[in-house]
């Protein structure tokens, strides 16, 4: 009997600590109801990257959250600067028979910041939020340079799940 009363306890006690599954908190004030994402800015040479970029991100509120999402600062109750600061991609496997890359790791560093429009109270901020991410390209050499609009988008969207994820938990 007392051994039950401590498992009682016991699940009372982590249930009440504050445990979540990842990507599923929104710690953001319930005041806000429309976020802004405009173009994201680009200090890198990739200059599609920042294409994709502010719609992947959008997209990915869309479908994980409630909140709404417009293009236009002023009709948003909070303003979502995005700029990308680094972009680094580098092979990590070769195909031993032709000598070309046919794994690729791409890493975006990223300077997020989400500002409350009306004040311009700092609601999230990450000036180095970085994604990591790998991928396979083709070994034919004509469809080698059209995976590259399929790599960016997919950089993309995981730095669209990483950001979305970020400013929900407010980490």
Do not use: W
Request: aromatic share 8%.
């Amino acid at each position: 009997m007392r051994s039950g009363r401590v498992l009682v306890l016991a699940l009372l006690f982590t249930a009440a600590c504050g445990y979540h599954v990842a990507g599923r908190a929104d710690l953001m004030p319930k005041d806000i109801h429309t976020i802004a994402i405009p173009a994201f800015q680009n200090v890198t040479t990739r200059y599609r990257l920042t294409q994709h970029l502010a719609k992947a991100v959008a997209r990915e509120f869309l479908t994980r959250t409630r909140y709404r999402v417009v293009a236009d600062p002023d009709q948003g109750d909070a303003i979502l600067f995005g700029a990308v600061v680094n972009y680094i991609a580098y092979p990590t496997v070769f195909d031993p028979r032709t000598g070309r890359a046919s794994g690729m790791q791409s890493v975006v560093v990223l300077n997020i910041r989400l500002v409350r429009r009306g004040t311009g109270e700092i609601l999230y901020q990450n000036p180095a939020l970085r994604v990591d991410n790998r991928y396979e390209i083709s070994a034919d050499q004509e469809a080698y340079f059209e995976e590259s609009d399929a790599a960016l988008a997919r950089v993309s969207q995981a730095a669209a799940r990483k950001v979305v994820s970020a400013i929900l938990e407010n980490f």
